[in-house]
């Protein structure tokens, strides 16, 4: 149980397009999801919280208008890097969480490479 | 004083050693302790989830709680090649924001 799924796992596109990465739940309802961005041999850096309906909640430094959050329902979030440039290259990494002080359930996660 | 704090490591052990992970955090309020690994370019997996103090055992590993020193630890017995990952811990800290430690690499050699 408590899966959680990320598409696509990889992704190369050009500087100045726009990339949209999925985060589901697939058999539990997540009432709020995560975004976490990781450079290699770091930890986890979040980027904003979402609670389905809502508005998403950034952590302090991280461009609202460059990282769109979508939560259209209860098992869905995405994620959309708009005009993506080399430096937004990075490993991007989806969570669900059912409810307070449960844990999170982690996707695949994302390679995006920005050419 | 960071809330939560996590040797980064790298730990090498050989194979079959027992391995101890550990965590320290600041607020004795926390109640709920959680340890995840990460394989390269993979998201966290939830490995053990645990309340108040005291031991939890799943197969080769036990997760341990020592609310009186704030000090949390994994262990892994008879350590394989495939354990080889990063270990973070973690804990809920109130509604919906949790704090993760900052990973112990660990690589465990044939």
């Known amino acids: 149980g408590a899966v959680v799924s990320q598409h696509p796992s990889w992704v190369i596109c050009k500087s100045g397009t726009s990339v949209k990465i999925e985060c589901r739940s697939l058999?539990?309802?997540?009432?709020?999801m995560f975004w976490y961005r990781q450079f290699p041999k770091q930890s986890l850096m979040l980027m904003a919280t979402?609670?389905?309906?809502?508005?998403?909640?950034?952590e302090q430094g991280v461009e609202k208008d460059k990282f769109l959050i979508n939560h259209a329902s209860l098992t869905l979030s995405t994620l959309t890097v708009t005009s993506a440039h080399p430096e937004d290259s990075s490993f991007y990494i989806c969570s669900a969480q059912q409810g307070s002080d449960q844990p999170q359930h982690f996707g695949d996660g994302t390679r995006l490479s920005i050419l | 004083q960071k809330e939560v704090e996590q040797d980064p490591g790298p730990l090498s052990v050989p194979e079959g050693a027992i391995v101890s992970l550990n965590c320290t955090y600041s607020?004795?309020?926390?109640?709920?302790f959680m340890w995840y690994r990460q394989y390269s370019r993979k998201g966290p997996e939830l490995l053990m989830y645990?309340?108040?103090?005291g031991n939890k055992e799943d197969g080769r590993f036990t997760a341990q709680v020592d609310k009186s020193s704030k000090y949390i630890s994994l262990f892994i017995r008879d350590s394989q090649p495939s354990d080889s990952a990063t270990y973070l811990c973690?804990?809920?800290?109130?509604?919906?924001?949790?704090?993760f430690g900052a990973g112990t690499r660990l690589f465990v050699k044939a």
């Open positions: 645990t309340y108040s103090s």
């Open positions: 979402s609670n389905e309906g809502s508005k998403a909640t950034y």
């Open positions: 607020n004795s309020a926390f109640q709920y």
């Open positions: 973690a804990i809920p800290t109130g509604g919906f924001k949790t704090i």
């Open positions: 058999d539990f309802q997540a009432t709020t």
